[in-house]
């Protein structure tokens, strides 16, 4: 059929879902309504704030919070939506809830804390990706850019991580579909990342790029393997990650997302794929400056086969770089794709509504149920007697690491384990010597560590006066140590393997903390099972 020249400008539009942020300026909204005016664009990506979008946060630039994001993103979202002639496609990443990106929102456990989940508890991963859905509906959202489908088979990766299920094919595949099927039965739209697999690399994509050396035959072993399950069970959308594979490319390290042997020989015609494909972020440092002629990039990424141009910084030069060099054909069929997504999440028939409620209770029930079978127990069987024995004799303290002595887990233990109690805060206001010499008179003592941060740069930000005192402590004392964070800083404390007892909780959520107090004195057996590989001490 022909079509006008404008026509086809305007379905072109639809590929791009350039970044927002919920803390903008006027200016830049008025901005964005311009965009989404003049260009016809299909969506938007929306992020807190510049200094926290995905390349910003390697600068110093200080992220400012405020307590009204949420009222923020949905009168942002109405505004937007106003704008538009064809219903916006709204997106986020909420891989732990819409916490991700926004404060004072209901969070759910990071995936690698659902990673320790038996498998017979897959239903509680379909609950939070239904949950998330309903939190993100609640707001206007239909597109959440989640869940990853990466096999952490890296400890020392540094942007995936607990990001992650786990390092095991199958129940990464398990529970990557039941996240998915669980925001489907809400009608929110979900996304497998990072295609071929993001798991096995130890570069920062969002800074740099990172090269899968995998031959196709080791991809489709391990790294495709989710993605398959995912395929199987007619995912939405796939995002393709910035990572080279060279025996994919001739040898050449270019980026998956500009690679038509990526995309179109390997995801769409080997594994037969015919749903949406998401760019990642188009700013991120990996591909951003690869191109100087503006809308250059954003042609190389759509000519590789994305339909979805995810944080396109360069729509007007964008959509005329496309439509110069695009077949009609190959515009169709992206377009097609995105009004079929549009049409599963309902927005086609101008239900964008965004007046629905955050259900914090639930999310708290949920978390509650998710720590009582997540929690993993690595050294001893609790220990309970020899604490109790301790205390008995005056010889129990409590050490808390990076929270007060107030915390959840300590008030839980309180009822029936009262013993002294100390804690390190941060260097500024807690003396390490001075608790070394409190601790002298004790032989038990039972450490609660709140990992500072869940990212490993920098031992995940642990002062190297901790580590020292922890290895102390564990070659002189009987130590039970509780780890409510990042199982993966487990191998930089020295001498842990010493320790009398070690709990892994991964979440310092008041459920966590107090699941775990309640399991210790109880003598509850936790059911968790680690869900990486880790080499301790």
Not at 290 to 313: P, S, V
Request: proline share 4%; glycine share 6%; hydrophobic share 40%.
């Amino acid at each position: 059929m022909k079509i006008t020249a404008e026509a086809l400008r305007q379905r072109i539009g639809q590929f791009f879902f350039p970044a927002v942020f919920i803390n903008d300026t006027e200016e830049n909204i008025q901005e964005t309504e311009r965009l989404i005016k003049e260009h016809n664009i299909g969506g938007l990506t929306f992020f807190h704030s510049r200094a926290s979008a995905a390349t910003n946060y390697e600068s110093k630039k200080k992220v400012v919070f405020n307590d009204d994001s949420y009222q923020k993103i949905k009168e942002l979202i109405v505004r937007y939506q106003k704008a538009a002639s064809i219903p916006l496609l709204i997106s986020i990443d909420a891989e732990w809830g819409l916490a991700m990106r926004i404060e004072k929102t209901p969070q759910y456990p990071y995936a690698i804390t659902l990673g320790a989940l038996p498998e017979n508890k897959s239903n509680l991963v379909y609950e939070v990706g239904k949950q998330i859905g309903l939190d993100l509906k609640a707001a206007g959202i239909q597109y959440n850019l989640s869940p990853l489908a990466d096999i952490n088979n890296n400890p020392n990766n540094p942007v995936i991580g607990y990001r992650s299920f786990g390092e095991n094919k199958e129940k990464v595949a398990d529970f990557a579909v039941e996240y998915l099927n669980g925001m489907s039965e809400v009608s929110v739209l979900g996304c497998l990342k990072h295609f071929p697999g993001h798991g096995n690399t130890n570069v920062d994509s969002h800074l740099g790029l990172p090269v899968l050396k995998e031959t196709l035959e080791e991809l489709l072993e391990n790294e495709l393997y989710p993605f398959i399950k995912g395929i199987e069970n007619n995912v939405d959308s796939i995002m393709i990650g910035h990572l080279a594979v060279p025996s994919l490319n001739d040898g050449k390290d270019t980026s998956a997302t500009l690679s038509k042997a990526v995309i179109q020989d390997l995801l769409r015609d080997k594994l037969g794929y015919d749903g949406l494909v998401i760019s990642d972020a188009l700013n991120m440092h990996s591909v951003s400056k690869l191109y100087e002629t503006k809308g250059q990039l954003e042609w190389e990424a759509f000519n590789a086969g994305n339909d979805i141009l995810c944080f396109a910084e360069n729509v007007p030069e964008g959509i005329e770089a496309i439509f110069r060099n695009a077949s009609p054909d190959r515009i169709f069929k992206s377009h097609s794709r995105i009004m079929k997504a549009k049409e599963k999440a309902g927005i086609l028939s101008g239900n964008t509504d965004a007046s629905g409620e955050l259900n914090f209770e639930k999310a708290s029930e949920l978390n509650l149920e998710i720590a009582q079978n997540a929690i993993t127990t690595i050294i001893g069987n609790l220990n309970s007697e020899l604490t109790f024995e301790a205390q008995k004799n005056n010889k129990l303290a409590k050490l808390s690491l990076y929270k007060n002595t107030e915390n959840t887990f300590f008030k839980t233990l309180h009822s029936k384990l009262e013993s002294p109690e100390f804690a390190f805060e941060n260097l500024e206001v807690s003396n390490i010597s001075s608790i070394k010499k409190e601790l002298e008179n004790f032989e038990t003592i039972l450490i609660s560590l709140f990992v500072p941060k869940a990212k490993p740069a920098n031992n995940f930000e642990i002062n190297d006066e901790v580590l020292e005192l922890l290895s102390d402590l564990l070659q002189t004392k009987k130590c039970i140590v509780y780890v409510f964070g990042n199982p993966y800083v487990l191998p930089i404390i020295p001498n842990l393997k010493k320790a009398s007892g070690l709990v892994q909780a991964y979440q310092d959520f008041e459920e966590f903390q107090k699941t775990a107090a309640i399991q210790f004195l109880d003598k509850i057996s936790s059911t968790g099972i680690l869900p990486v590989n880790i080499d301790i001490q």
